[in-house]
């Protein structure tokens, strides 16, 4: 079964500065990545997915994700966070045998002034 | 109405009441989800319907019981619940199953009192 794990609870940062989250996944075979965001009191949006191909992804909101097979990860980051990327921000990973994403217990991000 | 909506919102419910969640997609999905989100913990995936049929049941407890009418709807009926089970429950839809990206409504927010 795949699983990840997403190591860091919460972060901190200061408006304008680069952002990265971190994830790690288990999976014997080539997985579907995903990451996700979730206002407060909202659904999850899709920010951006690997399916296959081109190992560095663009996304909505001026994200871009990083497949790293050897590493098993795929890091989400953003050169320069706004106010209004303060959000949870989750990992999941599909696979090709059946329907379940497992996801992540979620980064928080916390966007100083 | 857009993507994926739920009603209520939000729920109050005592343990001997019985109610019912709603989910409609609106994107001419063929597959739909049910997730619970609990505070510290990763989504759960509790139940898939594939083309009306379910084909995922996460050893749910039996006081929660699933109905997909057709392809847009989806409910959550409940019953004797227990405080625990207070949540947000998450319902999300997707073209196809395995590997395709899930698009998820805002949540009910489910209070057992």
């Known amino acids: 079964a795949q699983s990840v794990t997403q190591p860091d609870i919460h972060i901190t940062v200061s408006e304008g500065a680069s952002l990265e989250l971190r994830c790690n996944y288990s999976?014997?075979?080539?997985?579907?990545l995903f990451w996700y965001v979730q206002s407060p009191g909202q659904g999850l949006q899709l920010l951006l997915k690997?399916?296959?191909?081109?190992?560095l992804v663009q996304g909505i909101k001026g994200f871009e994700a990083e497949f790293k097979r050897s590493q098993s990860s795929f890091n989400l980051r953003k050169p320069s966070v706004h106010w209004s990327d303060a959000a949870e921000y989750f990992c999941?990973?599909?696979?090709?045998?059946?329907?379940?994403?497992?996801f992540g217990a979620g980064t928080t991000v916390t966007v100083r002034a | 109405e857009t993507g994926v909506t739920q009603t209520p919102r939000h729920l109050v419910m005592g343990m001997t009441n019985k109610k019912s969640l709603k989910c409609e997609q609106h994107?001419?999905?063929?597959?739909m989800y049910w997730y619970k989100q609990s505070a510290k913990k990763p989504l759960e995936l509790m139940f898939v319907?594939?083309?009306?049929?379910?084909?995922e049941n996460n050893s749910v407890p039996s006081r929660f019981s699933p109905e997909c009418p057709n392809s847009s709807h989806l409910f959550l009926h409940l019953h004797t619940l227990q405080p625990e089970d207070s949540a947000l429950y998450l319902c999300?839809?997707?073209?196809?199953?395995?590997?395709?990206?899930?698009?998820f409504g805002p949540g009910t927010r489910l209070t057992v009192t």
């Open positions: 999300a839809s997707s073209q196809g199953g395995t590997g395709y990206e899930q698009y």
């Open positions: 999976y014997g075979a080539t997985p579907y």
């Open positions: 690997y399916f296959s191909g081109d190992t």
């Open positions: 999941a990973v599909g696979t090709s045998n059946d329907y379940k994403l497992s």
């Open positions: 994107l001419g999905h063929n597959a």
């Open positions: 319907y594939s083309l009306e049929e379910r084909v």
